[in-house]
C-alpha cells in the first residue's frame, strides 16, 4: 500500500510541476534553426542591429566579421578587418532563410573593429513617413567611445536603404545608437538609445523624438539613473497603451563578477517622464551580462528574452500576463552553449502566434560564432 501510495504521490507531484510550467507560460514546442553559418566568418549581435517583419516575413540585421581566436575572455574576431552589415530574410516565418549582405549599410566608421567604405554621412533633408506600410529604420554607432551615430530606413522591407543620415549629438558627449523605436504617427515617432554617462563611459539610456519625419529631433528624459557602477544600455521598449510605454535596460555592474541583470522602468505620459517598475531578470551571468528583446504579443502578454552568459551558457525567456507588473518563472529555450559569447536576442511573433526569437550563438569554443532561430509557442494564458 505504501508503495502505491509514493507511485501516486509522485505522478501527482509531476501532475502540479507541469501545471506550475503551463501557468509560467512555459514553451509547448521549440524547433531550432540555422540562420547564418560561414566558415571563417563570426556572426554577432542581432540586437545591434534590429529585427522586422511583415505577416511571415521576417527581416533580421546583424554582423558579419572574421572569426579569429584571441582567447577565452574576449570576442573572437579579427579586429583588422571589416565588421560587415548583413541581413537574414525568411519568407516562411524563420523555418528558411537567405542571406543578403547590405553593404549600403555600413556606417562610415566601424563599431569596434576595421570597417570597409561606408556610404557618406548627410544630414536628412527630406522627411521619413514612418506609417509606410515597407518601412524599417535602423540605427547604429561608431563605437563607445567616438559616440557618434547615425540612421538608415527602407521603404521596400529592407531590400533598399536610405541613409546613413546624421543623427544629432543633443546636448550629448557621446550617443550610442542601437535599433529600438516606436511609431508615433506618419510623421512622429520616438527612439530609445543611450548616451554617456555624466564621467564620459558608456552609458545612461534616454528617448529622443521627432515630429517632421526625423528632420529634427529632440532630447525628451532619461530612461534611468545615471549608474555609478558599470553601464545601464541597450533599451528595448513596448507600447502598452496611448499613454503606456514599459522599457526594459541591461545593467552591468562592473565592480563584481555578476550577477548582472534587466530592470524595467514604465512611462505613463507616453515617454515624457519615467519610473523604475521592478527587475524582471535578476541575472544575465557573469560575463558583462546581456540585452533584453521586449516582445508584446497580440494577446497582450509581454515577452522577454535575453542571453545567459554563465555556465550553463543559454538563451532564456520569462513571461509577464500584466504589462510587465510581474513576470512569470525563467523558461530555457536553448542550452548547450559553448561559452558566454552568445545572446544579443530579438524575437518577433508569427500570425500563428509562435514566437522566433533569433540570436548569436557558440555551439564550440574556439570555432566559428553562429547566427541561429528558436521557434517556440508559448503556452496558452
Known amino acids: 500500500m505504501l508503495r502505491v501510495n509514493l507511485k501516486i504521490l509522485c505522478i501527482l507531484l509531476m501532475l502540479a510541476a507541469a501545471a506550475h510550467l503551463l501557468a509560467a507560460g512555459a514553451p509547448v514546442s521549440i524547433k531550432h534553426v540555422t540562420v547564418f553559418h560561414r566558415p571563417g566568418r563570426y556572426g554577432g549581435w542581432p540586437a545591434n542591429h534590429g529585427a522586422w517583419s511583415w505577416g511571415n516575413e521576417i527581416l533580421v540585421g546583424f554582423s558579419a566579421a572574421y572569426f579569429q581566436w584571441t582567447g577565452p575572455d574576449s570576442h573572437p574576431y579579427d579586429r583588422s578587418r571589416p565588421e560587415e552589415p548583413y541581413l537574414a530574410r525568411s519568407l516562411d516565418g524563420g523555418e528558411t ?49 567616438q559616440g557618434k551615430s547615425w540612421f538608415f530606413y527602407s521603404y521596400d522591407r529592407g531590400r533598399t536603404w536610405k541613409g546613413p543620415y546624421n543623427f544629432p549629438m543633443l546636448g550629448q558627449t557621446a550617443i550610442m545608437a542601437r535599433t529600438d523605436y516606436l511609431v508615433n504617427g506618419r510623421r512622429e515617432a520616438r527612439v530609445f538609445l543611450t548616451a554617456a554617462k555624466a564621467g564620459g563611459r558608456e552609458g545612461r539610456p534616454f528617448v529622443a523624438h521627432t515630429k517632421d519625419g526625423g528632420l529634427h529631433w529632440e532630447f525628451v528624459a532619461w530612461l534611468a539613473p545615471d549608474p555609478k557602477d558599470g553601464f545601464t544600455i541597450m533599451p528595448s521598449s513596448v507600447r502598452l497603451s496611448k499613454t503606456e ?84 518563472s525563467e523558461m530555457t529555450l536553448r542550452d548547450g552553449g559553448a561559452t558566454w559569447d552568445l545572446g544579443y536576442t530579438r524575437s518577433i511573433e508569427r500570425p500563428d502566434g509562435r514566437i522566433v526569437t533569433v540570436y548569436y550563438w557558440a555551439p564550440i569554443l574556439d570555432q ?14
Open 368 to 381: 566559428e560564432r553562429i547566427i541561429e532561430a528558436t521557434i517556440w509557442e508559448p503556452s496558452s494564458k
Open 97 to 145: 532563410w537567405r542571406i543578403e549582405p547590405a553593404p549600403s549599410l555600413a556606417p562610415p566608421q566601424g563599431m569596434f573593429t576595421a570597417s570597409g567604405p561606408g556610404g557618406k554621412a548627410a544630414d536628412l533633408t527630406q522627411p521619413i513617413d514612418f506609417t509606410h506600410p515597407g518601412f524599417a529604420m535602423t540605427l547604429r554607432m561608431s563605437d563607445a567611445q
Open 245 to 328: 510605454i514599459l522599457t526594459t535596460v541591461r545593467h552591468e555592474d562592473s565592480f563584481r563578477q555578476g550577477p548582472n541583470w534587466i530592470d524595467a522602468y514604465l512611462s505613463r505620459d507616453n515617454g515624457n517622464t519615467w519610473g523604475f517598475l521592478n527587475r524582471p531578470v535578476a541575472d544575465t551571468g557573469a560575463k558583462s551580462g546581456n540585452p533584453p528583446s521586449l516582445l508584446r504579443l497580440k494577446d497582450g502578454r509581454l515577452v522577454i528574452a535575453y542571453g545567459y552568459r554563465s555556465q550553463p551558457y543559454s538563451i532564456r525567456a520569462r513571461i509577464s500576463n500584466n504589462g510587465g507588473r510581474s513576470w512569470g
